[in-house]
Structures are given as C-alpha cells and as structure tokens.
C-alpha cells in the first residue's frame, strides 16, 4: 500500500537547538574519521532501507512505492530542504487575502510529505518560519502561528499513524506558549517513527546557528574539554541545530516563487547541496513540480571538488 497521509492542514512557507537533539559521542573520536568528504559517502551509499527489488522497509515492514519511470530509486535525494515561497503572491494574484495564500500553502505542504513518503526520501526539512519574519505585520505573523499551532493539533495523530517524526528547529523560546507545548508533545509523541523525518523551521537563522555552534565549542575549549587544534568541521557539524538529523545536510535545496537566494537558511548545511528554482508559487508546487526538481537532481553530478568521471 503506498504512502497515504490524511492530512488536511500542515505548515506554512517561511533557532537555537534541534527540538529533538540526537545522542553524540566524544567530539574528539570524530578526529579520526577519514578524509573522504562525508556528503560523498552519503551520495555513494546504498540506500538503507531500500533493497534491489525497490521495495522499502518501513519499521520491519515491506511496503512496495512506486516511482515515475523517470526516476530512479538508487539516485533519489536522501534529504530534501524546501524554502516555501510565494504564498502571498499567490493570493494577491487572485485578489484574496494573505490569509487564505497561506491556507493554500497548507494543501501543497500535504502533498509534499506524501510524495516524500511514497518515494523514499528520509528527510524533509520546511522553512516555515524565518527569525526575520518578525518585520512582518503584526496580524499576520499572528496568522502564521495560529495556523501552525491549530494544524499542528489537528494533525499530529495523523503524523504518528503514519510513521511520522517530528522536529523542530529554531528558537521556539520566542513562540508563543501554547504553541511551545505542542512541539514537545509532538517531538515526543512521533520520536520513535522512523518513515519520514520531518524537520520544521521555525524562527529559524542559518547565521545565528553557526554563531551559537561557535560559541558552544569556544565554552568547551574554555571549560578545557577540547583544544582548539581539534576544532574540524565534524566537530561543528555536531553542534549545528541540524544534529537530531541522520542526514543532516539537504541533497537538494528546492525554493518555489523564482526567487534566486538562500534567504539565511541552513547556510552551513547547504555547502554542497544541489539547488534547484522553480517558478511556481508554494500553493501551485504539486507533483509535476516536485518530480520536474528531482529529474533534474538525478541528472546532476555530484563531485565534491573531484573530477568529473
């Protein structure tokens, strides 16, 4: 049975620490590891979950997902990153409010997560919400986490059903209350779901997450833990909000709406992340879009620095 989710409202187009930090060993065995790059490691990995007959094992379990004939299963992005833009545009074209841009976001974020789902991508990462969004009006930032907190609500056992996890980075120590409680909830109720990791941004700055990775490390180096001849990039790799993720780094970076930046997000993370632009705006990102961006990232070839083959 493929991937199905019934899910009727979700997150919005556009940090301190990972909701759901993962366990992390002694930062000075990281020193050892080998030079090859780890993104190309990944790249070159067989698909864990996924054996030669294109069938995935979702906790135990086979379940067959059909891909387009275009695609190919052993060249698909293990983490996809989407900067979900264009929502108010949408709206304005047709004269409606802000409001009902963002509600139709909604309907486009659903159908993204069960396209991740049915096509084995591991780890979808939305830019709901930027540190900066706060310059926004008044009312509509209110808008925005309103809808993110009553979707959130209505869908979480939904989310768990279907194999779900949850995290959410940024500093939600800015969000309101109510909505703080719920992301507990749903990073603890869904943590153990293995299917899809689906990682929210939410006040979320690429800068200030490589700032406060720093700082962390220089306490360390201050508190006499590590030296600062140890100081690699797996070491800040570690202490990046990005840390609750198996494949922290974004294969592919898909911005929506024919805007040409990375507008602060995930900074570090995007290095050698494939970017791809689409013209559409979020609410008219459906399937055609998506597999048009993986097409062209299975075309793509990913070096590292090395030398075409």
Request: aromatic share 8%; glycine share 4%; hydrophobic share 40%.
């Amino acid at each position: 049975m493929a991937f199905s989710l019934q899910l009727h409202q979700i997150f919005l187009s556009h940090t301190r620490f990972c909701s759901q930090p993962k366990s992390i060993t002694n930062p000075l065995i990281s020193l050892k590891l080998p030079s090859i790059h780890p993104l190309a490691v990944a790249q070159n990995a067989a698909i864990s979950n996924i054996d030669s007959t294109g069938v995935a094992a979702i906790d135990g379990s086979a379940e067959e997902v059909l891909l387009p004939p275009q695609l190919r299963r052993e060249l698909m992005p293990k983490h996809v990153a989407v900067i979900m833009d264009g929502n108010r545009r949408w709206a304005k074209m047709r004269g409606l409010p802000v409001a009902l841009g963002y509600e139709a976001g909604i309907r486009a974020v659903r159908n993204l997560i069960e396209l991740c789902g049915n096509w084995g991508i591991r780890v979808l990462t939305l830019f709901a919400f930027s540190s900066d969004n706060w310059l926004r009006p008044k009312v509509e930032v209110d808008i925005l986490m309103s809808l993110f907190e009553r979707a959130l609500n209505d869908e979480l056992e939904n989310f768990a059903r279907a194999g779900i996890q949850i995290s959410i980075i940024g500093d939600s120590s800015k969000l309101p209350k109510s909505l703080q409680d719920l992301i507990d909830k749903a990073v603890k109720t869904t943590k153990e779901n293995s299917r899809l990791h689906l990682v929210v941004a939410v006040n979320y700055s690429g800068q200030h997450d490589v700032v406060q990775a720093c700082q962390t490390i220089a306490q360390k180096v201050k508190d006499g833990i590590i030296e600062t001849k140890d100081i690699n990039s797996f070491l800040i790799e570690q202490e990046l909000q990005t840390n609750c993720i198996d494949f922290p780094c974004p294969d592919l970076l898909i911005r929506t709406s024919g805007e040409l930046r990375l507008s602060n997000f995930l900074l570090w993370q995007l290095a050698y992340a494939e970017l791809f632009f689409s013209h559409s705006h979020w609410p008219d990102f459906g399937e055609a879009e998506f597999m048009e961006a993986l097409s062209s990232f299975q075309q793509r070839q990913r070096r590292y620095g090395r030398q075409s083959s």
